[in-house]
Protein backbone atom coordinates (compact mmCIF):
# COMPACT_ATOMS: atom_id res chain seq x y z
CA UNK A 1 0.00 0.00 0.00
CA UNK A 2 1.50 3.32 -0.70
CA UNK A 3 2.20 6.30 1.19
CA UNK A 4 -1.22 8.68 0.60
CA UNK A 5 -2.90 5.37 1.28
CA UNK A 6 -1.53 4.42 4.25
CA UNK A 7 -2.32 7.83 5.58
CA UNK A 8 -5.58 7.64 5.20
CA UNK A 9 -5.47 4.70 7.01
CA UNK A 10 -3.51 5.80 9.74
CA UNK A 11 -6.40 8.74 9.75
CA UNK A 12 -9.51 6.51 10.09
CA UNK A 13 -7.87 4.24 12.36
CA UNK A 14 -7.60 7.29 14.65
CA UNK A 15 -11.70 8.00 14.47
CA UNK A 16 -13.85 6.50 17.00
CA UNK A 17 -15.37 3.45 16.11
CA UNK A 18 -18.75 4.98 14.24
CA UNK A 19 -22.59 3.14 14.16
CA UNK A 20 -22.54 0.14 12.72
CA UNK A 21 -26.48 -0.14 12.02
CA UNK A 22 -29.82 0.55 13.67
CA UNK A 23 -29.17 3.79 14.25
CA UNK A 24 -30.26 7.83 13.05
CA UNK A 25 -26.61 8.04 11.23
CA UNK A 26 -27.70 5.20 8.42
CA UNK A 27 -28.00 1.24 8.35
CA UNK A 28 -25.42 -1.04 7.18
CA UNK A 29 -26.68 -0.39 3.45
CA UNK A 30 -27.19 3.26 4.46
CA UNK A 31 -25.09 6.31 4.21
CA UNK A 32 -21.25 7.01 4.82
CA UNK A 33 -22.33 7.49 8.55
CA UNK A 34 -23.54 4.23 8.72
CA UNK A 35 -22.91 0.60 8.49
CA UNK A 36 -20.20 2.10 5.12
CA UNK A 37 -18.19 3.81 7.39
CA UNK A 38 -18.23 1.17 9.90
CA UNK A 39 -16.92 -1.61 7.63
CA UNK A 40 -14.76 1.36 6.74
CA UNK A 41 -12.87 1.30 9.93
CA UNK A 42 -12.54 -1.63 10.59
CA UNK A 43 -11.40 -2.21 7.26
CA UNK A 44 -8.55 -0.19 8.12
CA UNK A 45 -7.94 -1.22 11.74
CA UNK A 46 -7.93 -5.04 10.18
CA UNK A 47 -5.14 -4.01 7.92
CA UNK A 48 -2.78 -2.06 10.18
CA UNK A 49 -3.15 -4.91 12.41
CA UNK A 50 -1.93 -7.28 9.98
CA UNK A 51 0.71 -5.61 8.88
CA UNK A 52 1.68 -4.47 12.21
CA UNK A 53 1.80 -8.76 12.54
CA UNK A 54 3.83 -9.33 9.48
CA UNK A 55 6.48 -6.47 10.20
CA UNK A 56 7.01 -7.88 14.01
CA UNK A 57 6.07 -11.21 14.68
CA UNK A 58 5.03 -11.86 17.91
CA UNK A 59 6.96 -14.45 19.70
CA UNK A 60 6.03 -17.83 19.79
CA UNK A 61 6.64 -21.16 21.95
CA UNK A 62 10.23 -21.71 22.57
CA UNK A 63 11.63 -24.25 20.35
CA UNK A 64 12.48 -27.78 21.81
CA UNK A 65 15.46 -30.14 21.60
CA UNK A 66 14.73 -31.37 18.17
CA UNK A 67 14.15 -27.39 17.05
CA UNK A 68 10.48 -27.81 16.54
CA UNK A 69 7.75 -25.94 18.30
CA UNK A 70 6.69 -27.58 21.25
CA UNK A 71 2.68 -27.98 20.86
CA UNK A 72 -0.10 -27.65 23.90
CA UNK A 73 -2.44 -30.44 24.68
CA UNK A 74 -5.61 -29.91 24.14
CA UNK A 75 -8.54 -29.57 27.27
CA UNK A 76 -11.63 -32.39 27.26
CA UNK A 77 -13.14 -29.64 25.25
CA UNK A 78 -10.79 -29.76 22.19
CA UNK A 79 -9.56 -25.89 22.63
CA UNK A 80 -5.92 -25.15 22.19
CA UNK A 81 -4.26 -22.08 22.75
CA UNK A 82 -1.37 -22.74 20.65
CA UNK A 83 -0.86 -24.99 17.76
CA UNK A 84 -2.19 -28.82 17.08
CA UNK A 85 0.43 -31.34 16.73
CA UNK A 86 0.70 -31.88 13.02
CA UNK A 87 -0.26 -27.84 12.49
CA UNK A 88 1.25 -25.19 10.51
CA UNK A 89 0.67 -21.72 10.91
CA UNK A 90 -1.42 -21.56 13.84
CA UNK A 91 0.27 -18.46 15.24
CA UNK A 92 -1.26 -14.78 15.88
CA UNK A 93 0.49 -12.92 13.13
CA UNK A 94 -0.82 -15.77 10.69
CA UNK A 95 -4.43 -15.51 12.17
CA UNK A 96 -4.14 -11.94 11.80
CA UNK A 97 -2.39 -12.20 7.74
CA UNK A 98 -5.95 -14.58 7.37
CA UNK A 99 -8.03 -11.28 8.50
CA UNK A 100 -6.03 -9.17 6.46
CA UNK A 101 -6.54 -11.46 3.49
CA UNK A 102 -10.17 -11.56 3.67
CA UNK A 103 -10.57 -7.72 4.07
CA UNK A 104 -8.47 -7.35 1.01
CA UNK A 105 -11.14 -9.75 -0.70
CA UNK A 106 -14.42 -7.65 0.81
CA UNK A 107 -14.75 -10.17 3.40
CA UNK A 108 -13.75 -9.43 7.25
CA UNK A 109 -13.73 -13.02 9.46
CA UNK A 110 -13.68 -12.20 13.30
CA UNK A 111 -10.23 -11.98 15.04
CA UNK A 112 -10.17 -15.29 17.00
CA UNK A 113 -8.68 -15.95 20.70
CA UNK A 114 -8.58 -19.36 20.64
CA UNK A 115 -8.55 -22.22 18.67
CA UNK A 116 -10.58 -25.66 19.05
CA UNK A 117 -9.49 -27.86 16.47
CA UNK A 118 -10.17 -31.49 14.87
CA UNK A 119 -13.04 -32.01 18.20
CA UNK A 120 -15.36 -34.29 17.85
CA UNK A 121 -18.90 -32.54 19.18
CA UNK A 122 -20.88 -35.36 17.44
CA UNK A 123 -24.17 -35.72 19.79
CA UNK A 124 -22.46 -33.07 21.93
CA UNK A 125 -25.38 -31.14 24.27
CA UNK A 126 -24.57 -27.15 23.88
CA UNK A 127 -27.30 -25.88 25.49
CA UNK A 128 -25.91 -23.15 27.77
CA UNK A 129 -22.82 -22.96 25.98
CA UNK A 130 -20.73 -19.59 25.76
CA UNK A 131 -17.76 -19.23 23.46
CA UNK A 132 -16.66 -15.56 22.23
CA UNK A 133 -13.39 -15.50 19.62
CA UNK A 134 -12.93 -18.63 19.02
CA UNK A 135 -11.80 -20.38 15.79
CA UNK A 136 -13.27 -23.81 15.25
CA UNK A 137 -11.53 -25.90 12.92
CA UNK A 138 -12.25 -29.35 11.61
CA UNK A 139 -14.96 -29.72 14.31
CA UNK A 140 -17.47 -32.45 14.12
CA UNK A 141 -21.16 -31.22 15.59
CA UNK A 142 -22.97 -33.85 13.87
CA UNK A 143 -26.38 -34.61 15.78
CA UNK A 144 -25.13 -31.99 18.57
CA UNK A 145 -27.72 -30.12 20.03
CA UNK A 146 -29.12 -27.64 22.24
CA UNK A 147 -31.16 -24.46 23.59
CA UNK A 148 -29.48 -21.26 24.51
CA UNK A 149 -25.80 -21.89 23.20
CA UNK A 150 -23.99 -18.61 22.46
CA UNK A 151 -21.19 -18.17 19.55
CA UNK A 152 -19.90 -14.54 19.09
CA UNK A 153 -17.70 -13.25 16.37
CA UNK A 154 -16.53 -16.70 16.24
CA UNK A 155 -14.82 -18.38 12.66
CA UNK A 156 -15.85 -21.86 11.90
CA UNK A 157 -13.60 -23.67 9.24
CA UNK A 158 -15.09 -27.09 7.68
CA UNK A 159 -17.16 -27.71 10.65
CA UNK A 160 -20.06 -30.40 9.77
CA UNK A 161 -23.41 -29.53 11.45
CA UNK A 162 -24.87 -32.07 9.92
CA UNK A 163 -28.67 -33.26 11.60
CA UNK A 164 -27.41 -30.77 14.16
CA UNK A 165 -30.50 -29.12 15.89
CA UNK A 166 -30.53 -25.21 17.36
CA UNK A 167 -32.76 -23.67 19.84
CA UNK A 168 -32.82 -20.28 20.98
CA UNK A 169 -28.90 -20.21 19.97
CA UNK A 170 -26.82 -17.17 18.69
CA UNK A 171 -24.22 -16.95 16.26
CA UNK A 172 -23.90 -13.36 16.00
CA UNK A 173 -20.79 -11.84 14.16
CA UNK A 174 -19.96 -15.35 13.14
CA UNK A 175 -18.29 -16.53 9.67
CA UNK A 176 -18.50 -19.83 8.30
CA UNK A 177 -15.95 -21.08 6.15
CA UNK A 178 -16.70 -24.50 4.26
CA UNK A 179 -19.14 -25.51 6.54
CA UNK A 180 -21.64 -28.18 5.94
CA UNK A 181 -25.26 -27.62 6.85
CA UNK A 182 -26.89 -30.74 5.86
CA UNK A 183 -30.40 -31.61 7.41
CA UNK A 184 -29.22 -28.98 9.94
CA UNK A 185 -32.43 -27.19 11.71
CA UNK A 186 -32.36 -23.36 13.64
CA UNK A 187 -35.12 -22.66 15.33
CA UNK A 188 -35.61 -19.18 16.76
CA UNK A 189 -31.97 -18.90 16.66
CA UNK A 190 -30.02 -15.12 15.86
CA UNK A 191 -27.33 -15.18 12.94
CA UNK A 192 -27.09 -11.06 12.71
CA UNK A 193 -23.99 -10.32 11.02
CA UNK A 194 -22.62 -13.51 9.99
CA UNK A 195 -20.70 -14.66 6.81
CA UNK A 196 -21.19 -17.69 4.96
CA UNK A 197 -18.60 -18.67 2.53
CA UNK A 198 -18.59 -21.53 0.29
CA UNK A 199 -21.01 -23.36 2.34
CA UNK A 200 -23.68 -26.07 1.60
CA UNK A 201 -27.29 -26.15 2.96
CA UNK A 202 -28.79 -28.85 1.27
CA UNK A 203 -32.40 -29.96 3.79
CA UNK A 204 -31.67 -26.98 6.16
CA UNK A 205 -34.62 -25.85 7.91
CA UNK A 206 -34.66 -22.43 9.30
CA UNK A 207 -37.73 -21.41 11.75
CA UNK A 208 -38.08 -18.23 12.82
CA UNK A 209 -35.45 -16.17 14.58
CA UNK A 210 -33.25 -13.34 13.02
CA UNK A 211 -30.72 -14.09 10.22
CA UNK A 212 -30.30 -9.96 9.34
CA UNK A 213 -27.64 -8.40 7.79
CA UNK A 214 -26.18 -11.87 6.97
CA UNK A 215 -23.89 -12.62 4.04
CA UNK A 216 -25.32 -15.34 1.28
CA UNK A 217 -23.57 -14.56 -1.79
CA UNK A 218 -24.09 -17.14 -4.54
CA UNK A 219 -24.98 -19.72 -1.62
CA UNK A 220 -26.84 -22.85 -2.81
CA UNK A 221 -29.96 -22.67 -0.70
CA UNK A 222 -32.40 -24.54 -3.68
CA UNK A 223 -33.17 -27.65 -0.55
CA UNK A 224 -33.19 -24.96 2.06
CA UNK A 225 -36.29 -23.68 3.72
CA UNK A 226 -36.48 -20.63 5.72
CA UNK A 227 -40.01 -20.09 7.24
CA UNK A 228 -40.95 -16.50 9.41
CA UNK A 229 -37.31 -15.42 9.33
CA UNK A 230 -35.54 -12.08 9.53
CA UNK A 231 -33.29 -11.61 7.15
CA UNK A 232 -33.23 -7.76 6.70
CA UNK A 233 -30.38 -6.33 4.28
CA UNK A 234 -28.84 -9.61 3.97
CA UNK A 235 -27.03 -10.27 1.51
CA UNK A 236 -28.65 -12.66 -1.59
CA UNK A 237 -27.11 -11.52 -4.63
CA UNK A 238 -26.71 -14.11 -7.17
CA UNK A 239 -27.83 -16.74 -4.37
CA UNK A 240 -29.54 -20.39 -6.06
CA UNK A 241 -32.84 -20.42 -4.62
CA UNK A 242 -34.45 -22.41 -7.56
CA UNK A 243 -37.08 -24.33 -5.66
CA UNK A 244 -36.41 -23.33 -2.14
CA UNK A 245 -38.87 -22.54 0.47
CA UNK A 246 -38.88 -18.69 1.52
CA UNK A 247 -42.28 -18.13 3.08
CA UNK A 248 -43.09 -15.33 5.70
CA UNK A 249 -39.85 -13.93 5.70
CA UNK A 250 -38.36 -10.28 6.09
CA UNK A 251 -36.51 -9.46 3.00
CA UNK A 252 -36.56 -5.58 3.18
CA UNK A 253 -33.75 -4.29 1.90
CA UNK A 254 -31.98 -7.64 0.97
CA UNK A 255 -29.39 -7.77 -2.03
CA UNK A 256 -31.08 -9.92 -4.38
CA UNK A 257 -29.90 -8.71 -7.78
CA UNK A 258 -29.09 -11.85 -10.02
CA UNK A 259 -30.73 -14.07 -7.74
CA UNK A 260 -32.55 -17.70 -8.69
CA UNK A 261 -35.80 -17.45 -7.36
CA UNK A 262 -37.41 -19.91 -9.85
CA UNK A 263 -40.03 -22.04 -8.85
CA UNK A 264 -39.55 -20.37 -5.29
CA UNK A 265 -41.94 -19.84 -2.38
CA UNK A 266 -42.09 -16.90 -1.41
CA UNK A 267 -45.30 -16.38 -0.26
CA UNK A 268 -46.31 -13.98 2.66
CA UNK A 269 -42.02 -12.95 2.33
CA UNK A 270 -41.45 -8.87 1.77
CA UNK A 271 -40.21 -8.40 -1.42
CA UNK A 272 -39.90 -4.51 -1.29
CA UNK A 273 -36.85 -4.55 -1.99
CA UNK A 274 -36.77 -7.28 -5.41
CA UNK A 275 -35.68 -6.24 -8.62
CA UNK A 276 -37.91 -8.54 -11.07
CA UNK A 277 -35.47 -6.78 -13.80
CA UNK A 278 -32.12 -8.66 -12.31
CA UNK A 279 -33.48 -11.60 -10.69
CA UNK A 280 -34.70 -14.90 -12.17
CA UNK A 281 -39.04 -15.10 -11.11
CA UNK A 282 -39.97 -17.53 -13.73
CA UNK A 283 -42.08 -19.79 -11.66
CA UNK A 284 -41.95 -18.23 -8.70
CA UNK A 285 -44.76 -18.98 -6.61
CA UNK A 286 -46.34 -15.00 -4.91
CA UNK A 287 -49.19 -14.12 -3.04
CA UNK A 288 -52.17 -11.77 -4.60
CA UNK A 289 -50.27 -8.73 -2.45
CA UNK A 290 -47.15 -9.91 -3.95
CA UNK A 291 -48.09 -9.60 -7.37
CA UNK A 292 -49.60 -5.82 -6.23
CA UNK A 293 -45.67 -5.05 -4.92
CA UNK A 294 -43.92 -6.69 -8.32
CA UNK A 295 -46.38 -4.84 -10.79
CA UNK A 296 -46.01 -2.02 -9.06
CA UNK A 297 -41.84 -2.38 -10.06
CA UNK A 298 -41.75 -3.05 -12.97
CA UNK A 299 -43.94 0.28 -13.43
CA UNK A 300 -47.51 -1.15 -14.05
CA UNK A 301 -50.64 1.01 -12.94
CA UNK A 302 -52.14 -1.33 -10.54
CA UNK A 303 -55.97 -0.63 -10.19
CA UNK A 304 -59.53 -2.00 -9.08
CA UNK A 305 -62.12 -2.87 -11.31
Same mark, same amino acid.
Given at each position: ???????????????????? !????????? %????????????????????? /? =?? $???????????? @????????????????????????????????????????????????????????????????????? #?????????? /????????? +???????????????? &???? $????? $?????????????????????????????????????????????????????????? !?? =??? &?????????? #???????????? +???????? #? #???????????????????????? @???????? %?
Amino acid at each position: MGAAAGHVVDMVCTMPAPPR !SGTPQGSVR %GGVGGGRLWRLWRFCRTWRIG /S =AA $CRHSEPGPAPGP @TGHVSSLTPDPTGRVSGPAPGSIGSGAGDARAAVVADARRGRIAPLTESVIRSADWDGRDLSGESHHRV #SLVDVDMTEA /SGRGAEFVE +CHFRDVRFNASVHEDA &AFVN $CAFTR $CTFFDAAFTGCKLVGSVFDDCTFDLLKVEGGDWSFTSLPAADLRRATFNGVRMREADL !SG =ARC &AGAVLRRVDL #SGARLEKADLSR +CDLRGSDL #S #SLDPYTAVLAGAVIDPYQAITVAA @TLGLDVRD %G
